[in-house]
């Protein structure tokens, strides 16, 4: 098949590693694929040098941007119309909100007037969703009225949790029967594999963390609504109870410099560490020098971070938002009410003092999800759906 797929930009993300390994793999299986792109602009860094000597091409369009600018995504949409009118593609296949809409709008306006693309199948991967209830009520209502417009353009939807297809399902985005879940594939070996003693002294060294320090670490940009906050307030409690315990952040964003200054003056400088931005090798090495994941996101999709630190065999405290609940449970973790430190307190406070309970629920969660997250399996499910549409 030939086989476009299209994304707003090519940052350290979730959704871009996704779309990334689905594009390898299909490539792979002898696929003809072009990926869409726009520029990765931001401090979350990017993932264009995971696109080289790969068998898929890539098109890189500087106009199309997350932002909302109606001359640049005017301009991106013709540029997108134009390439799809030039490819003729089977499948067209976007991700994210921006080049989702403008993707979705570019290849169904094709298809109403080319005899050539009427055959094109449309579909739409949901990685999360643009409204929640942290954000404006009327922002909210805008999101969700252009989401159900892309929505009639579309064939089908493959959502990375279940959890979005029931949000996306209650706000009458699309119908039931055009979903499916394909929980978003991890590339597996550099996680599974474990670090050795000498590389896990080296990189706690480089931090300043002890041997025998209990890491409780968390992987997400430091930016709004990823929870930073309530775990530097847990780490208040608990810092004067473990003087064992150390809390690692790994990740950038524009508020980065604000929780610097809170933990220093907190006080909490020598138990609150920073990495900053690593790239994607040493995030499996971030985790095996770790103890503990903890994920205090108010909104995703499903966080990446889950599985991957249970493939590591790390145990994972969450807040129960969206699809964390369809990896954490008793048995891998522990799933807490959002916002709630008290909860989140009393969560880690089991976990650090327990390391054999953190072992077990480390293991549990590792048998859990190394199949479901393994790349042939998301996109044995993919292809399937694209078999199935380009068949009728």
């Given at each position: 098949m030939k086989i476009v797929h299209i994304i707003t930009r090519l940052i350290l993300g979730g959704a871009q590693e996704n779309t990334l390994i689905t594009c390898k793999?299909?490539?792979?299986?002898?696929?003809?694929?072009?990926?869409?792109?726009?520029?990765?602009?931001?401090?979350?860094?990017?993932?264009?040098n995971q696109t080289?000597?790969?068998?898929?091409?890539?098109?890189?369009?500087?106009?199309?941007?997350?932002?909302?600018?109606?001359?640049?995504?005017?301009?991106?949409?013709?540029?997108?119309?134009?390439l799809l009118k030039q490819l003729r593609p089977d499948i067209v296949h976007t991700h994210s909100a921006k080049a989702g809409i403008l993707g979705r709008f570019a290849a169904h306006s094709l298809r109403s007037k080319h005899d050539a693309l009427r055959n094109t199948r449309i579909v739409h991967t949901i990685h999360?969703?643009?409204f929640h209830?942290?954000?404006?009520?009327?922002?909210?209502?805008?999101?969700?009225?252009?989401?159900?417009?892309?929505?009639?353009?579309?064939?089908?939807?493959?959502?990375?949790?279940?959890?979005?297809?029931?949000?996306?399902?209650?706000?009458?985005?699309?119908?039931?029967?055009?979903?499916?879940?394909?929980?978003s594939a991890i590339e597996e070996d550099d996680f599974l594999?474990?670090?050795?003693?000498?590389?896990?002294?080296?990189?706690?060294q480089k931090y300043g963390i002890a041997e025998d320090a209990v890491v409780l670490v968390t992987i997400a940009r430091l930016f709004m609504l990823k929870g930073h906050d309530y775990i530097i307030e847990?780490?208040?409690?608990?810092?004067?109870?473990?003087?064992?315990?150390?809390?690692?952040?790994?990740?950038?964003?524009?508020?980065?410099?604000?929780?610097?200054?809170?933990?220093?003056?907190?006080?909490?400088?020598?138990?609150?560490?920073?990495?900053?931005?690593?790239?994607?090798?040493?995030?499996?090495?971030?985790?095996?020098?770790?103890?503990?994941?903890v994920h205090c996101s108010l909104r995703e999709g499903l966080a990446r971070t889950l599985p991957q630190a249970m493939l590591c065999a790390k145990p994972a405290v969450s807040f129960d938002v969206d699809g964390a609940r369809e990896v954490v449970n008793e048995n891998t973790g522990r799933l807490i009410q959002p916002q709630n430190i008290e909860q989140l307190t009393a969560a880690c406070e089991e976990l650090i003092a327990d390391k054999d309970l953190r072992d077990k629920l480390g293991r549990a969660g590792r048998d859990s999800v190394k199949q479901k997250f393994a790349p042939e399996t998301m996109v044995d499910t993919i292809e399937a759906v694209y078999k199935k549409l380009t068949a009728n």
């Open positions: 793999l299909l490539a792979q299986r002898g696929h003809d694929v072009t990926l869409i792109t726009g520029p990765a602009i931001g401090p979350e860094g990017e993932l264009f080289r000597d790969q068998k898929y091409h890539v098109i890189l369009f500087h106009k199309m941007i997350r932002a909302i600018c109606p001359l640049y995504d005017t301009i991106s949409y013709y540029q997108i119309k134009r999360g969703l643009a209830p942290y954000q404006n009520h009327l922002l909210n209502k805008f999101y969700i009225a252009v989401e159900k417009a892309a929505a009639k353009r579309t064939d089908f939807f493959i959502s990375v949790a279940d959890a979005m297809t029931d949000q996306a399902t209650a706000v009458g985005i699309g119908r039931p029967e055009q979903f499916t879940t394909a929980y594999q474990p670090i050795s003693k000498e590389l896990k002294r080296t990189f706690r847990s780490a208040k409690t608990l810092s004067q109870r473990y003087k064992n315990a150390v809390w690692l952040f790994v990740g950038d964003g524009n508020l980065s410099q604000h929780y610097k200054e809170q933990v220093h003056q907190l006080g909490l400088s020598e138990k609150i560490k920073f990495t900053g931005l690593l790239p994607p090798r040493q995030i499996p090495v971030a985790i095996n020098s770790s103890d503990i994941l």
